[in-house]
């Protein structure tokens, strides 16, 4: 993964890509609640317009808007920084 992050541009290189567990958790839960809801608005738009298309480009809309709450390292998924604990000294 270093070497991927060191064929980034500097810039980009020094912004954080981490997030702490409690944040993977609510990135899991928008993820699962966003597309269930772009699925079932997008099934019954389909329904109402008789349209497969319409149906598929509301899914597709609401893939795209989960990709963008959920995929970057947003802030808010970064609340609970993890503490780690420093090694013991060996007796």
Do not use: C
């Not at 958790?25 to 008789?50: C, D, M, N, P």
Request: proline content about 9%; overall charge neutral.
């Amino acid at each position: 993964m270093d070497g991927m992050v060191a064929m980034l541009p500097t810039p980009l290189q020094n912004w954080s890509t981490h997030l702490d567990f409690e944040g993977q958790k609510l990135a899991e839960r928008i993820y699962k609640i966003t597309l269930t809801i772009s699925g079932v608005v997008g099934f019954f738009v389909g329904f109402w317009t008789q349209q497969l298309s319409y149906a598929l480009y509301t899914v597709m809309a609401g893939a795209l808007i989960t990709a963008l709450v959920v995929l970057p390292p947003w802030p808010f998924l970064r609340k609970n920084p993890i503490e780690w604990h420093t090694p013991a000294k060996p007796e």
